[in-house]
């Protein structure tokens, strides 16, 4: 079939700049999708966005369906004629059914007889014919969470829609969309460029667009410039280095067509404004990225990114550094503010502000994740005394000015002020690592003081809200409670902290005093344990490894750890699989026969067979070997030796009849075989791994 390339553009109103992207990489997987779907064939497909429209290029794609070859099946040729071979009711009515006569139907033999048949072929539509429906289903599709209409139009879109390009090959498809008619004429940049431009074919799109319109349509070309362009100017005028955040400049991106960085100046007064409060209103409230030195210290320069090429680019600056001084300004004033209060002189501050209703303030928190954070130091052999202060001061920055505007600096505030304020280090530090990890692949608290108010603070909230019966359910999850319980869990782990989840919540339920709910402790142990499952699966470790440890529920997320590791190791040794089965086996008989009824003391004076015999000695063998492993929380090492068992197990059940008339001898064999068990299930239920056969 013929090819011709085919390009859509949706022209609009500036769109939402964060949320640019993920439109565009919808619209164009649409397009792909419904492209598959209709089974035409294409090349590559290439997308455009920028403030002002959503475009994508299909290239070499077919200009028609192919035709199918179609085959219905009707009567067996026995039921289609009579003795004297006239066509039968159940013929006629198939030919009827079909628009066709008896004698266009044709005969398939087949091994079970022979059957009438219909065979045609449809012929596939015109791409032309398709597109337009197609282009419609894509933008009904997209991630829009509220659309709007505009003017006298009832269709809806993210933003109003002016103008529609259809082309396929140099050919205005002219069917409506959006409500508009397609043509082939674009709109260049706002103000270098407001008219219309002739797109002659799809191949001249971006072409026509960057040399007569001063718009860059393709993303990442316009991201990867506004990228280099930052970088040298901060290099080439300033001497330094811009620092470039991956959202930021996605935003920036979707914000401007024809993209001309640009450097302004500050006032250096204001570098003694805390550093993360300057970049919060340079780039939340402006847009601009900061400069730093080779040492990394900031310098009092900014880089925004303009969408115009004037011609006077220092009216452009000085209007940025007119608008940035008042907002930098409120941030000294701010900080010179908040300072003149110490942090414990805001704690009663926070009695007012309810952090849930029914677990009260964040007073009353405070007071019960002081408790509990001086217990968690305590066992991680740090000072109680600092964590119990480090927890009651944890919440008093939200109360302050600076806070209360740039609401992302919560935490970091409270190092700097606990600094001012003559506070411990690990003290002021805590402040800022309570909410570590914010998220996943975040740092870590670097201090003990910090690891204990944020996993006391965390573990508080879990044990109260499941306490009040307020889980997260489905996507509801307004607490955090599934981020906190993996932070509680990367804590522990990664900072290799010997505590106990099923302790610290039975300590945290006992600082509450409004839960309802009968065994919290129990359930958030349980729900904590659950989050293992994607944690693991995120490190390619299957699911009946997790599960074979979490059988066992080991409450200490580090012991888990050490389990799952040690398990994932011995399911790549060769006598696993052997193993699982046999421990399989074993759990099924022992179940049978009495379960937890069944002891695992053997006498020596029953054994009778050889294979029982070699089996109980090696068990004895490795039970004296492997325990004083089990006991260091060596798993890797224990499971490895325990891997010898499988010739005499393998042994045993080719040669011994477990279930032995002598009632003596049975049970002997069944206690064997349980000793056998329990070493296993001193690391993990093997029984639940994969098995062969």
Known sequence: MATQDFLVEIGTEELPPKALATLSEAFTRGIADGLKDADIEFGQVEAFAAPRRLAVRVRDLSDAQPD???????????AAFDDAGNPTRALTGFATSLGVTPDQL????????????????????????????????????????????WGAHRTEFVRPVHWVVLLFGNKVIDTPVMGLKPGNKTRGHRFHCPKSLIVPTPDDYEVVLKQEGYVIADFAERREQIRAGI????????GGKAVIDESLLDEVTALNEWPIPMMGRFEERFLDVPAEALISSMKEHQKYFHVVAANGDMLPLFITVANIQSKDPSQVISGNEKVIRPRLSDAAFFYETDRKTKLEDRVGALKPIVFQEKLGSLYDKSVRVAALAGKIARVMN??????????????TDLVTEMVLEFTDLQGIMGRYYAANDGEHEDVASALNEQYMPRFAGDDLPTTLTGCAVAIADRIDSLVGLFGINQPPSGTRDPFGLRRASLGVLRIIIERELPLDLQTLCEWAEEEHTSITEPNVADTV????????????????????????????????????????????????????????????????I??????????????????QDNAEKALAEQVDQQAEQVLPLFENGDYASALSSLASLRAPVDNFFDEVMVMADDEAVRNNRLALLNRLRNLFLRVADISLLPTTG
């Open 68 to 78: 199918k070859p179609v085959e219905k099946r009707g009567p067996a040729v026995t």
């Open 106 to 149: 044709d005969t398939l033999e087949t091994d079970k007889g022979a059957w009438v048949v219909y065979r045609t072929v449809d012929k596939g539509k015109p791409t032309v014919e398709l597109m337009p429906e197609l282009v419609d289903r894509s933008l009904a599709a997209l991630p829009i969470p509220k659309r709007m209409r």
């Open 231 to 238: 970088n040298q100017l901060a290099e080439k005028e300033a």
């Open 382 to 395: 740090s000072d109680p005394e600092l964590a119990k202060r480090a927890a009651m001061l944890a919440k």
């Open 525 to 588: 142990v349980d729900y904590m344990l659950e989050r293992f499952r994607a944690h693991y699966e995120e490190q390619g470790i299957s699911a009946e490894v997790y599960l074979a440890v979490h059988a066992r529920r080991p409450t200490r997320p580090l012991d888990f750890d050490r389990r799952v590791k040690a398990v994932e190791a011995f399911r790549q040794l060769p006598e696993a699989q052997a193993l699982a089965g046999a421990n399989k086996r074993v759990s099924n």
């Open 590 to 607: 022992l179940t049978k026969q009495g379960g937890d009824r069944i002891g695992d003391t053997v006498d020596p004076s029953l054994l």
